[in-house]
Protein backbone atom coordinates (compact mmCIF):
# COMPACT_ATOMS: atom_id res chain seq x y z
CA UNK A 1 0.00 0.00 0.00
CA UNK A 2 2.74 2.53 -0.90
CA UNK A 3 -0.06 4.21 -2.80
CA UNK A 4 -1.27 5.64 0.16
CA UNK A 5 1.71 8.01 0.68
CA UNK A 6 2.25 8.71 -2.85
CA UNK A 7 -1.51 9.41 -3.42
CA UNK A 8 -1.99 11.95 -1.13
CA UNK A 9 1.70 13.53 -0.88
CA UNK A 10 2.99 13.11 2.38
CA UNK A 11 3.99 10.58 4.85
CA UNK A 12 1.40 9.42 7.52
CA UNK A 13 1.53 9.52 11.09
CA UNK A 14 1.72 7.09 13.82
CA UNK A 15 -0.07 7.90 16.47
CA UNK A 16 0.56 5.58 19.17
CA UNK A 17 -1.87 5.63 22.70
CA UNK A 18 -0.18 4.93 25.80
CA UNK A 19 -0.99 4.02 29.14
CA UNK A 20 1.27 6.75 30.67
CA UNK A 21 2.94 4.04 32.82
CA UNK A 22 6.83 3.83 34.00
CA UNK A 23 7.56 1.27 30.93
CA UNK A 24 5.58 2.81 28.18
CA UNK A 25 7.97 6.72 29.22
CA UNK A 26 10.70 4.22 29.33
CA UNK A 27 10.04 3.17 26.00
CA UNK A 28 9.33 6.80 24.57
CA UNK A 29 12.44 8.09 26.25
CA UNK A 30 14.15 5.68 24.10
CA UNK A 31 12.88 6.33 20.57
CA UNK A 32 15.34 6.51 17.30
CA UNK A 33 15.49 10.18 15.97
CA UNK A 34 13.46 8.18 13.10
CA UNK A 35 10.61 6.77 14.95
CA UNK A 36 10.51 10.14 16.88
CA UNK A 37 9.82 12.19 13.57
CA UNK A 38 6.87 9.95 12.86
CA UNK A 39 5.13 9.65 16.08
CA UNK A 40 2.43 11.55 17.56
CA UNK A 41 2.23 10.23 21.03
CA UNK A 42 -0.99 10.06 23.02
CA UNK A 43 -0.64 9.18 27.02
CA UNK A 44 -3.30 8.20 28.96
CA UNK A 45 -3.21 8.95 32.68
CA UNK A 46 -3.86 6.43 34.66
CA UNK A 47 -5.65 5.73 37.88
CA UNK A 48 -3.70 4.09 40.39
CA UNK A 49 -4.60 3.56 44.45
CA UNK A 50 -1.22 3.07 45.27
CA UNK A 51 0.67 5.91 43.90
CA UNK A 52 0.06 9.22 46.18
CA UNK A 53 -0.44 11.69 43.60
CA UNK A 54 -0.95 10.32 40.07
CA UNK A 55 -0.51 13.66 38.24
CA UNK A 56 2.87 14.83 39.75
CA UNK A 57 4.23 11.04 39.17
CA UNK A 58 3.19 11.17 35.61
CA UNK A 59 4.53 14.91 35.17
CA UNK A 60 7.93 13.82 36.40
CA UNK A 61 7.88 10.65 33.92
CA UNK A 62 7.19 13.34 31.15
CA UNK A 63 10.13 15.28 32.42
CA UNK A 64 12.66 12.77 32.35
CA UNK A 65 11.25 11.01 28.95
CA UNK A 66 9.87 12.95 26.50
CA UNK A 67 12.08 14.26 24.10
CA UNK A 68 13.27 17.60 23.47
CA UNK A 69 11.11 20.12 21.42
CA UNK A 70 8.19 16.68 21.06
CA UNK A 71 4.53 18.11 22.18
CA UNK A 72 3.20 15.43 24.09
CA UNK A 73 -0.74 14.95 23.72
CA UNK A 74 -2.47 14.17 27.39
CA UNK A 75 -5.71 13.06 27.99
CA UNK A 76 -6.56 12.71 31.62
CA UNK A 77 -10.10 11.23 31.00
CA UNK A 78 -10.12 8.36 33.17
CA UNK A 79 -9.53 10.66 36.54
CA UNK A 80 -12.06 12.65 38.50
CA UNK A 81 -13.05 16.29 37.07
CA UNK A 82 -12.65 17.71 40.45
CA UNK A 83 -9.45 18.10 42.92
CA UNK A 84 -7.52 15.24 43.00
CA UNK A 85 -5.91 15.71 46.69
CA UNK A 86 -6.77 17.91 49.39
CA UNK A 87 -5.79 21.80 48.87
CA UNK A 88 -5.31 21.20 44.76
CA UNK A 89 -6.45 24.25 42.97
CA UNK A 90 -8.43 23.21 39.56
CA UNK A 91 -9.03 19.75 37.90
CA UNK A 92 -6.22 17.58 36.36
CA UNK A 93 -5.82 19.33 32.99
CA UNK A 94 -4.87 22.54 35.15
CA UNK A 95 -2.78 20.92 37.44
CA UNK A 96 -1.35 18.98 34.34
CA UNK A 97 -0.61 22.34 32.23
CA UNK A 98 1.03 24.50 34.87
CA UNK A 99 3.34 21.21 36.09
CA UNK A 100 4.21 20.08 32.67
CA UNK A 101 4.83 23.88 31.86
CA UNK A 102 7.00 24.27 34.56
CA UNK A 103 8.62 21.20 33.81
CA UNK A 104 9.53 21.94 30.16
CA UNK A 105 7.32 20.01 28.64
CA UNK A 106 4.90 20.96 25.34
CA UNK A 107 1.26 19.57 25.99
CA UNK A 108 -1.73 19.55 23.86
CA UNK A 109 -4.93 18.36 26.08
CA UNK A 110 -7.74 15.53 24.71
CA UNK A 111 -11.02 17.02 24.99
CA UNK A 112 -14.70 15.20 24.06
CA UNK A 113 -17.91 16.19 23.51
CA UNK A 114 -19.32 15.36 26.57
CA UNK A 115 -16.66 17.09 29.11
CA UNK A 116 -18.44 19.12 31.17
CA UNK A 117 -17.73 23.68 30.96
CA UNK A 118 -15.57 23.82 33.58
CA UNK A 119 -13.04 21.31 31.82
CA UNK A 120 -12.72 22.68 29.00
CA UNK A 121 -12.26 26.19 30.37
CA UNK A 122 -9.02 24.71 32.09
CA UNK A 123 -8.86 22.65 28.89
CA UNK A 124 -8.77 26.74 26.95
CA UNK A 125 -6.26 27.73 29.61
CA UNK A 126 -3.45 24.77 28.97
CA UNK A 127 -4.45 25.87 24.96
CA UNK A 128 -3.52 29.11 25.75
CA UNK A 129 -0.36 28.34 27.51
CA UNK A 130 1.33 25.88 25.63
CA UNK A 131 0.54 27.24 22.65
CA UNK A 132 0.41 23.18 21.24
CA UNK A 133 -3.77 23.08 20.14
CA UNK A 134 -5.93 20.71 21.17
CA UNK A 135 -6.86 17.12 20.60
CA UNK A 136 -10.80 16.34 20.34
CA UNK A 137 -11.47 12.46 20.90
CA UNK A 138 -15.01 11.24 19.65
CA UNK A 139 -15.68 7.27 20.40
CA UNK A 140 -16.94 5.46 17.75
CA UNK A 141 -16.31 2.17 19.71
CA UNK A 142 -19.08 -0.93 20.07
CA UNK A 143 -19.59 -0.71 23.99
CA UNK A 144 -19.88 3.51 23.25
CA UNK A 145 -23.15 5.38 22.83
CA UNK A 146 -21.58 8.84 22.05
CA UNK A 147 -23.13 10.46 19.20
CA UNK A 148 -21.72 12.28 16.48
CA UNK A 149 -21.82 15.60 17.13
CA UNK A 150 -24.07 18.40 15.56
CA UNK A 151 -22.67 21.54 13.87
CA UNK A 152 -23.96 23.48 16.82
CA UNK A 153 -21.57 21.54 19.24
CA UNK A 154 -18.57 21.46 16.89
CA UNK A 155 -19.00 25.48 16.78
CA UNK A 156 -19.24 25.94 20.91
CA UNK A 157 -16.59 23.55 21.35
CA UNK A 158 -14.37 25.71 19.52
CA UNK A 159 -15.51 28.62 20.57
CA UNK A 160 -14.78 27.45 24.53
CA UNK A 161 -11.12 26.55 23.40
CA UNK A 162 -11.10 29.90 21.66
CA UNK A 163 -8.91 27.65 18.74
CA UNK A 164 -9.74 27.14 15.22
CA UNK A 165 -10.14 23.60 13.76
CA UNK A 166 -7.00 24.38 11.65
CA UNK A 167 -5.52 23.86 15.37
CA UNK A 168 -7.27 21.12 16.37
CA UNK A 169 -6.12 17.10 15.98
CA UNK A 170 -9.77 14.79 15.56
CA UNK A 171 -8.93 11.22 16.46
CA UNK A 172 -11.49 8.94 15.75
CA UNK A 173 -11.46 6.01 18.35
CA UNK A 174 -13.16 2.41 17.29
CA UNK A 175 -11.95 1.35 20.61
CA UNK A 176 -11.38 -2.91 21.54
CA UNK A 177 -11.40 -4.74 18.12
CA UNK A 178 -11.87 -8.45 18.92
CA UNK A 179 -13.09 -10.35 15.39
CA UNK A 180 -13.02 -10.02 11.61
CA UNK A 181 -17.03 -8.85 11.49
CA UNK A 182 -16.05 -6.30 14.71
CA UNK A 183 -13.15 -4.76 12.43
CA UNK A 184 -15.80 -4.62 9.29
CA UNK A 185 -18.62 -2.68 11.34
CA UNK A 186 -16.16 -0.54 13.17
CA UNK A 187 -14.27 0.69 9.95
CA UNK A 188 -18.03 1.16 8.57
CA UNK A 189 -18.35 3.41 11.94
CA UNK A 190 -15.33 5.48 11.90
CA UNK A 191 -15.72 6.18 7.89
CA UNK A 192 -19.32 7.71 9.12
CA UNK A 193 -17.45 9.68 11.56
CA UNK A 194 -15.16 10.85 9.39
CA UNK A 195 -17.04 11.91 6.48
CA UNK A 196 -19.60 13.53 8.95
CA UNK A 197 -16.74 15.88 10.31
CA UNK A 198 -15.28 16.34 6.81
CA UNK A 199 -16.34 19.70 6.58
CA UNK A 200 -14.10 20.88 9.35
CA UNK A 201 -10.69 21.50 7.91
CA UNK A 202 -8.77 19.59 11.12
CA UNK A 203 -5.22 19.83 11.52
CA UNK A 204 -5.12 16.06 11.45
CA UNK A 205 -7.32 13.30 11.65
CA UNK A 206 -6.42 9.43 12.81
CA UNK A 207 -8.20 6.36 13.47
CA UNK A 208 -7.21 4.35 16.04
CA UNK A 209 -8.31 1.30 17.38
CA UNK A 210 -6.57 -1.82 19.33
CA UNK A 211 -6.94 -5.18 19.15
CA UNK A 212 -4.69 -6.90 22.27
CA UNK A 213 -6.20 -8.77 24.90
CA UNK A 214 -6.74 -7.14 28.35
CA UNK A 215 -4.43 -9.66 29.98
CA UNK A 216 -2.40 -12.73 28.95
CA UNK A 217 -4.58 -15.33 31.32
CA UNK A 218 -5.42 -18.69 29.29
CA UNK A 219 -2.36 -17.81 26.96
CA UNK A 220 0.00 -21.46 26.33
CA UNK A 221 2.96 -21.21 28.45
CA UNK A 222 6.81 -22.29 27.00
CA UNK A 223 5.80 -21.16 23.15
CA UNK A 224 4.99 -17.79 20.92
CA UNK A 225 1.14 -17.72 20.56
CA UNK A 226 -0.09 -15.01 17.26
CA UNK A 227 -3.09 -12.47 18.17
CA UNK A 228 -3.97 -11.09 14.96
CA UNK A 229 -3.83 -7.26 14.47
CA UNK A 230 -7.64 -6.25 13.90
CA UNK A 231 -6.45 -2.48 14.96
CA UNK A 232 -5.04 -2.37 11.44
CA UNK A 233 -9.35 -1.81 10.35
CA UNK A 234 -7.35 1.82 8.91
CA UNK A 235 -6.90 0.08 5.92
CA UNK A 236 -10.45 -0.51 5.31
CA UNK A 237 -11.00 3.02 6.14
CA UNK A 238 -8.10 4.28 4.27
CA UNK A 239 -9.08 2.52 1.27
CA UNK A 240 -12.64 4.02 1.32
CA UNK A 241 -11.22 7.69 1.99
CA UNK A 242 -11.95 9.99 -1.04
CA UNK A 243 -9.63 12.96 0.99
CA UNK A 244 -6.76 13.04 3.16
CA UNK A 245 -5.76 9.80 4.62
CA UNK A 246 -6.14 9.81 7.67
CA UNK A 247 -3.15 8.82 10.78
CA UNK A 248 -3.11 5.23 11.77
CA UNK A 249 -3.38 5.04 15.63
CA UNK A 250 -3.15 1.84 17.73
CA UNK A 251 -2.94 1.40 21.42
CA UNK A 252 0.59 -0.12 21.49
CA UNK A 253 0.82 -3.73 23.09
CA UNK A 254 -2.31 -3.07 25.42
CA UNK A 255 -5.54 -3.29 25.69
CA UNK A 256 -7.89 -0.50 24.74
CA UNK A 257 -9.38 0.10 28.16
CA UNK A 258 -8.12 1.27 31.48
CA UNK A 259 -6.41 -2.08 33.24
CA UNK A 260 -7.75 -3.68 35.56
CA UNK A 261 -6.30 -3.78 38.69
CA UNK A 262 -4.04 -6.45 39.45
CA UNK A 263 -2.05 -8.47 41.84
CA UNK A 264 0.95 -11.13 41.85
CA UNK A 265 3.79 -11.05 39.46
CA UNK A 266 3.17 -11.91 36.04
CA UNK A 267 5.09 -14.59 34.50
CA UNK A 268 7.54 -14.12 32.07
CA UNK A 269 6.17 -12.50 28.63
CA UNK A 270 6.99 -10.72 25.49
CA UNK A 271 4.39 -9.27 23.29
CA UNK A 272 6.22 -9.11 19.87
CA UNK A 273 4.86 -6.92 17.37
CA UNK A 274 5.17 -8.96 13.84
CA UNK A 275 3.71 -7.16 10.40
CA UNK A 276 0.45 -8.78 10.45
CA UNK A 277 0.38 -10.34 14.29
CA UNK A 278 1.60 -10.36 17.84
CA UNK A 279 3.78 -13.23 18.49
CA UNK A 280 3.23 -13.52 22.43
CA UNK A 281 5.74 -15.66 24.73
CA UNK A 282 4.58 -16.21 27.83
CA UNK A 283 6.94 -18.73 29.87
CA UNK A 284 5.97 -20.68 32.85
CA UNK A 285 7.98 -19.59 36.33
CA UNK A 286 10.58 -22.05 37.36
CA UNK A 287 13.91 -20.71 37.78
CA UNK A 288 14.30 -18.05 41.18
CA UNK A 289 13.30 -14.72 40.11
CA UNK A 290 12.52 -13.95 36.14
CA UNK A 291 15.77 -15.85 34.90
CA UNK A 292 12.89 -17.59 32.78
CA UNK A 293 12.58 -14.37 30.68
CA UNK A 294 16.52 -15.16 29.70
CA UNK A 295 15.21 -18.60 28.39
CA UNK A 296 12.29 -16.55 26.48
CA UNK A 297 14.90 -14.44 24.76
CA UNK A 298 17.15 -16.94 23.53
CA UNK A 299 13.75 -18.56 22.01
CA UNK A 300 12.87 -15.14 20.54
CA UNK A 301 16.06 -14.21 18.99
CA UNK A 302 16.46 -17.95 17.37
CA UNK A 303 12.88 -17.62 16.18
CA UNK A 304 11.44 -16.61 12.73
CA UNK A 305 10.36 -13.60 13.77
CA UNK A 306 13.52 -12.12 15.19
CA UNK A 307 13.83 -8.98 12.63
CA UNK A 308 17.23 -9.03 9.87
CA UNK A 309 18.14 -6.15 11.78
CA UNK A 310 18.14 -7.97 15.24
CA UNK A 311 19.02 -5.81 18.12
CA UNK A 312 19.21 -2.70 15.82
CA UNK A 313 15.83 -2.67 15.72
CA UNK A 314 15.05 -0.56 18.62
CA UNK A 315 16.40 -0.02 22.28
CA UNK A 316 13.91 -2.84 22.93
CA UNK A 317 15.39 -5.06 20.88
CA UNK A 318 18.69 -4.82 21.50
CA UNK A 319 17.42 -5.36 25.84
CA UNK A 320 16.18 -8.41 24.71
CA UNK A 321 19.30 -9.64 22.81
CA UNK A 322 21.47 -8.71 26.02
CA UNK A 323 19.12 -11.06 27.77
CA UNK A 324 19.25 -13.67 25.13
CA UNK A 325 23.29 -13.94 25.57
CA UNK A 326 22.79 -13.50 29.51
CA UNK A 327 24.85 -9.92 29.57
CA UNK A 328 22.35 -8.45 32.07
CA UNK A 329 22.61 -9.38 35.40
CA UNK A 330 19.08 -9.36 35.70
CA UNK A 331 16.00 -9.97 33.31
CA UNK A 332 14.06 -7.75 35.07
CA UNK A 333 9.90 -7.23 35.05
CA UNK A 334 6.98 -6.51 33.98
CA UNK A 335 7.79 -3.05 33.77
CA UNK A 336 10.65 -3.84 31.63
CA UNK A 337 9.26 -6.30 29.50
CA UNK A 338 6.82 -4.26 28.56
CA UNK A 339 9.21 -1.44 27.54
CA UNK A 340 10.79 -3.36 25.44
CA UNK A 341 7.72 -4.79 23.93
CA UNK A 342 6.55 -0.84 23.45
CA UNK A 343 9.69 0.54 21.67
CA UNK A 344 9.82 -2.52 19.26
CA UNK A 345 6.56 -1.51 18.35
CA UNK A 346 7.05 1.77 17.86
CA UNK A 347 9.96 0.93 15.49
CA UNK A 348 8.12 -1.40 13.34
CA UNK A 349 5.69 0.56 13.39
CA UNK A 350 6.98 3.55 12.17
CA UNK A 351 9.34 1.93 9.46
CA UNK A 352 6.62 0.00 8.17
CA UNK A 353 4.42 3.70 7.46
CA UNK A 354 7.09 5.38 6.22
CA UNK A 355 8.01 2.95 4.08
CA UNK A 356 5.18 0.92 2.62
CA UNK A 357 2.47 3.16 3.92
CA UNK A 358 0.29 1.13 5.83
CA UNK A 359 1.16 -0.19 9.67
Not at 150 to 179: F, K, M, N, T
Not at 246 to 263: L, Y
Amino acid sequence: MAWCRARWGKPLAYVPILKGKAGEFSALEHVTPAVRSGIRPVMELVPDPDVRDVLETFCDRAMDAVPQGMVLTVDSGALPTARVCEGDVGGPIARLSESMGLRGVLMCPVVRFADPRHVLAEASHAVAAHRSGACLRLSVAVDSSEPLPRRAQIRSLLRGLRLEPEEVDLLIDAGPVDSRLACDHLAARALTALRALSPWNWRRECVVAGAFPANLTGFPRGQATPVARRDALWRRVASMCHGRLPDFGDFGVTHPRMPVRSRGTPDPNMRYTTPSNWQVFVYPRVRAGNDDFFTLSADLVGSPYWPVAGASTSWGNARLAECATRQRAKAGGGTEWRAWATSHHLAVVTANLATHGCP
